[in-house]
């Protein structure tokens, strides 16, 4: 099979979805990888790497896309749709709860979209998701942190505050809505920083976990009613509830993101799935904050792409079986054999055919 693997066009998005031992594995199984020049530059991978191990370098984006069967890591953007078709199969992170033109546009083509966001295993995790959110969970907090800076290379100076204190004064409250991969790994860093760590998480088994996990960190029972009450007493506010394919839920309006104190942060990482807030909007990484409500907002889509060599070693280690999956079995007996993959398709033959993204854009 021939896989394309083109240069990602988000902005800033440095990250690459196949590393040059991928792209090896692949070649030594007969597949022909097709590798747009320059696609790996930004997470340390040089385009001879990549011929060394085989790929066929590319100079354009046409080029990549010609392949059957490509692999990227953000969705596709306006600029890309020309590159779609019937015969293609598509596997990269999609979010089409947040994304109806594009579940539009891959419906009229036609073509069969894997999302690595919703490829589920039987116990109901997320194997293509965790990586990810493990690292936009550590992110999170350290643009949370930079964000408090009152120097913070944005137009909107921050606090000041330092997270985790100093003698004779106290650490910032980190409140933080969510208790999975997003939640427990910002939790991690917040806590290392010293600052004074709050979880609200709904689900009662992960509650005793995280207390196990965080003896030393407040973990409590969402409600509504305890949100909006820690809200005041809040300088950085981390969004990290997470609904499997569905739009992420609005937790908060405007007059509730108000209750934070002036020049408060709120790093959205559900922005990918549309946002907890009614105050969320996507930003970039070349204007990451705007205020609403007098609180600071960075709302970051593609949240890893700030560590792309970290990030892309962890993406492409999870999706590779996957990959290697598709390509050698073909997409009927690859969905037929891996459950988990079957769950992921989110498109196939002009029909949104996973429940929680159709329910999510018929909502719309």
């Known amino acids: 099979?021939?896989?394309?693997?083109?240069?990602?066009?988000?902005?800033?998005?440095?990250?690459?979805?196949?590393?040059?031992?991928?792209?090896?594995?692949?070649?030594?199984?007969?597949?022909?990888?097709?590798?747009?020049?320059?696609?790996?530059?930004?997470?340390?991978?040089?385009?001879?790497?990549?011929?060394?191990?085989?790929?066929?370098?590319?100079e354009t984006a046409a080029d990549a896309w010609q392949a059957?069967?490509?692999?990227?890591?953000?969705?596709?953007?306006?600029?890309?749709?020309?590159?779609?078709?019937?015969?293609?199969?598509?596997l990269t992170y999609l979010?089409?709860?947040?994304?109806?033109?594009?579940?539009?546009?891959?419906?009229?083509?036609?073509?069969?979209?894997?999302?690595?966001?919703?490829?589920?295993?039987?116990?109901?995790?997320?194997?293509?998701?965790?990586?990810?959110?493990?690292?936009?969970?550590?992110?999170?907090?350290?643009?949370?942190?930079?964000?408090?800076?009152?120097?913070?290379?944005?137009?909107?100076?921050?606090?000041?505050?330092?997270?985790?204190?100093?003698?004779h004064v106290s650490p910032c409250t980190v409140l933080i809505l969510g208790g999975g991969n997003v939640g427990r790994h910002a939790a991690g860093v917040a806590n290392g920083l010293g600052a004074r760590v709050i979880v609200l998480e709904a689900d009662e088994q992960r509650l005793i976990e995280l207390r196990d996990m965080f003896p030393d960190i407040k973990v409590l029972a969402y409600t509504h009613d305890t949100l909006t009450?820690?809200?005041?007493?809040?300088?950085?506010?981390?969004?990290?509830?997470?609904?499997?394919?569905a739009r992420a839920p609005r937790l908060l309006s405007r007059d509730e993101i108000g209750l934070m104190q002036a020049r408060a942060v709120f790093?959205?990482?559900?922005?990918?799935?549309?946002?907890?807030?009614?105050t969320s909007r996507p930003t970039t990484f070349d204007e990451p904050v705007y205020v609403e409500q007098g609180v600071l907002h960075?709302?970051?889509?593609?949240?890893?792409?700030?560590?792309?060599?970290?990030?892309?070693?962890?993406?492409?280690?999870?999706?590779?079986?996957?990959?290697?999956?598709?390509a050698g079995q073909g997409l009927d007996e690859a969905l037929a054999a891996c459950p988990p993959l079957a769950r992921g398709v989110n498109v196939r033959a002009g029909k949104v055919v996973h429940e929680a993204v159709a329910a999510a854009l018929e909502q719309r």
Request: hydrophobic residues 45%; contains cysteine.
């Open 229 to 245: 009450g820690l809200l005041p007493e809040c300088e950085l506010l981390i969004g990290a509830a997470l609904i499997p394919g």
């Open 298 to 326: 960075c709302c970051l889509p593609n949240l890893p792409a700030a560590v792309p060599a970290t990030s892309t070693e962890a993406l492409a280690a999870a999706t590779f079986p996957y990959v290697l999956r598709l």
């Open 1 to 58: 099979m021939r896989v394309g693997v083109p240069r990602e066009i988000k902005n800033r998005e440095h990250r690459v979805s196949m590393t040059p031992d991928g792209v090896r594995e692949l070649a030594g199984h007969g597949h022909e990888i097709l590798v747009q020049q320059h696609a790996g530059q930004d997470s340390g991978f040089s385009d001879t790497a990549y011929a060394a191990a085989g790929a066929h370098i590319v």
């Open 267 to 278: 790093v959205d990482v559900a922005i990918d799935q549309g946002g907890i807030s009614e």
């Open 68 to 90: 059957e069967f490509i692999v990227k890591v953000k969705e596709p953007l306006p600029g890309e749709y020309p590159f779609l078709r019937a015969d293609m199969l598509l």
């Open 95 to 167: 979010h089409l709860a947040a994304e109806p033109q594009l579940a539009r546009e891959l419906v009229r083509q036609g073509l069969c979209a894997i999302g690595y966001e919703t490829v589920q295993a039987d116990d109901g995790s997320l194997p293509l998701l965790a990586p990810m959110s493990q690292v936009a969970g550590r992110v999170a907090v350290q643009l949370g942190a930079h964000f408090l800076q009152k120097e913070n290379a944005t137009a909107f100076p921050g606090m000041g505050w330092l997270p985790g204190g100093i003698a």
